[in-house]
Nanobody, 131 residues
């Protein structure tokens, strides 16, 4: 079965750090553009950041720029989200996602910041930040 599974959930005090992991199985994700999204209670799903294939660069939402870092370990088929200086407004269910058609897309296509840009999703993991 092809799937992504997030781990690293936590409840932490404001200013703390957490690292989330997203482990793929069923196929390799090393050639996929991958992303993190999050959804706060009662809110729409929000883009957090992506790591685009074949580029090694990343792009982040303004709300997390400078605090969050996305990385991957292709040998482990794993995507990471390092979250530093967490704030109460970061409280959300966090999802990883992959675009299996990344290898077919143009280098000059629109940046994939929408949920509809991705076709494989994890089940989500909860991040809670309290004051």
């Amino acid at each position: 079965q092809v799937q992504l599974v997030e781990s690293g959930r936590g409840s932490v005090q404001a200013g703390a750090s957490l690292r989330l992991s997203c482990v793929g199985s069923g196929r390799t994700f090393s050639r996929d553009t991958m992303a993190w999204f999050r959804q706060a209670p009662g809110a729409d799903r929000e883009f957090v950041g992506f790591l685009k294939w074949p580029s090694v660069g990343t792009h982040y939402a303004e709300s997390v720029e400078g605090r969050f870092t996305i990385s991957r370990d292709n040998a482990k088929n794993t995507l990471y989200l390092q979250m530093n200086d967490l704030k109460p407004e970061d409280t959300a269910t966090c999802y990883c996602a992959a675009d299996s058609k990344s290898n077919l897309r143009s280098l000059f296509d629109r940046a994939p910041t929408r949920s509809s840009d991705y076709d494989t999703w994890g089940q989500g993991t909860q991040v809670t930040v309290f004051s």
